[in-house]
């Protein structure tokens, strides 16, 4: 049974891969691509992500059944409080990589509006992340299969409709994904170790490497910086957003990280040799 | 003008690779695969890795034109030196990942030895690394085209003669690698950076990660832990053979850190953004 409209605000690299995989499974009767800059839904359109698209998110979403938002976190909450307010009927998530954020704002932003209005509170909003991200962003990127295989978490809040966590939930799993559920401060908690960290870190070592040894940097430098070439002012964003989480999972890396120094200060072979061997089983279990 | 007989010792990912590119591009009239193990080795015969095998160090060596040493780095000045004890004319290298160690004790071990003997200093040992590591180890996982566009760094020394260095220097070149003159000395201060140091911050942060969270890790975690899963055993013997190198590293590597949190702590987007930039304009530069 496809769905009628499916609109995308913000057709990037997931927003993009969203598209290509509803319209490449005939999941939506029509895709359509709504964002800022006309360039880039032009590049959306090409790559075959949207059936059309628009910069006016009225005109977009007004008949959408579903609304993903995929900007910038920092746009999330107010883009999805503009949606609800156009299009009452759509069911809306995002692709963000934070959310209690988000979450407690689009709940604050949605209130707010109500002790103001008529409309009753929309509990039509689902916080949605899919765990298929990548340093490069862009509809240039973007792949019907992204999310094949990949975990989706969904995060469900007390105030959500249970039909609305099914209705998500079918949603990316309809796209080959997995879905996890979690609370949103779960999601950031264990996001902020799985990610955000391994982001931050590898933007350290990036930027600790003297520039003229770089001619030697082979393939271990190159897999564990990667990441520091993601978008700076997106992933400013995301720490900003998931600060609290992000500090603590630093925490417990430079204990972690104290360990290792420890051994090799004292040159103690067997202790090292035990960090490495604990590092490498916890490595090993995820696979390649 | 192929070489006649050259001689693997430690035929393992490096190893298995260079024999089979040696192989594959008609090099040598004949590689011979030396180890400890029958089963290693009977693995690389199986992969067309060499011609043949042999267990017995003074059998496999004794007419080889060029002999490369591609053992765990703990056992690589030992087995140097034995090797130019059997073979008095053949050309010997390494591939180890440190380098100033290893050509002091390769020194050493072999001034010992003219004190108490007839045999003049032996300068047919020079030090290389090909910057071509893996996580995975094992002849199953060598390549004909491994060193293909990889650097090989040689380290030469004061006493090394000049036409060691550019014969060794060719046999790398032969191999599709391009060529790094360093000191030992430089060698392990830019490798500490570029490779040393990753390998340890990996392992931190695989081992950092709750495990309850593992199956919340995606692409970044991955790529920035993949390193984690080396060999423990091997990778203790390398910290160790240059840990006033890594520890070096490790404080530029401490220092960098504690700018993103700091930056972090304080909500300071500016500065937050400022080192994600700096940091990505470092890892740009080096390209997938």
Redesign the interface.
């Known amino acids: 049974m496809p769905l009628k409209r499916v609109a995308i605000v913000g057709v990037g690299l997931i927003g993009g891969s969203v598209g290509l995989a509803l319209r490449e499974r005939r999941l939506a009767e029509d895709v359509v691509g709504i964002g800022r800059r006309s360039v880039s839904l032009e590049k959306a359109k090409r790559r075959g992500a949207v059936d059309w698209t628009t910069t006016n998110l009225v005109e977009g979403v007004t008949d959408a059944e579903v609304v993903i938002v995929c900007t910038p976190v920092a746009a999330i909450a107010d883009t999805v409080a503009a949606v609800a307010n156009t299009a009452p009927r759509a069911t809306i998530t995002d692709a963000g990589s934070t959310k209690a954020e988000i979450c407690r704002e689009v709940r604050r932003v949605m209130s707010a509006e109500v002790v103001g209005g008529t409309r009753p509170p929309a509990p039509r909003f689902i916080g949605s992340h899919p765990?298929?991200?990548?340093?490069r962003t862009g509809p240039e990127y973007a792949r019907a299969d992204l999310l094949e295989g990949?975990?989706v978490?969904v995060t469900p809040e007390d105030s959500t409709l249970p039909g609305l966590v099914e209705r998500i939930s079918d949603f990316w799993a309809s796209l080959g994904a997995s879905v996890?559920l979690l609370s949103p401060e779960e999601h950031d908690r264990?996001?902020a170790?799985?990610?955000h960290?391994?982001?931050?870190?590898?933007?350290?070592?990036?930027?600790?490497?003297?520039?003229e040894?770089?001619?030697?940097?082979?393939?271990?430098?190159?897999?564990?910086?990667?990441?520091?070439?993601?978008d700076?002012?997106l992933?400013?964003q995301i720490?900003?957003q998931n600060?609290t989480a992000?500090?603590d999972?630093?925490r417990?890396?430079?204990?972690?990280?104290s360990?290792?120094?420890e051994a090799?200060?004292d040159?103690d072979?067997a202790a090292?040799?035990t960090?490495?061997?604990?590092?490498?089983r916890?490595?090993?279990?995820?696979g390649?």
């Open positions: 765990l298929a991200g990548d340093h990949r975990v978490v996890e264990a996001l170790a799985t990610s960290l391994p982001h931050l870190i590898a933007a350290a070592l990036a930027a600790s490497t003297p520039e040894w770089l001619r030697l940097a082979a393939r271990g430098w190159g897999d564990t910086t990667r990441i520091a070439a993601a700076s002012q992933w400013t720490f900003l600060r992000v500090l999972a630093l417990r890396f430079e204990h972690r990280l360990v290792f120094d090799l200060a040159g072979a090292l040799a960090a490495l061997q604990e590092a490498k916890i490595r090993d279990a995820v390649d």
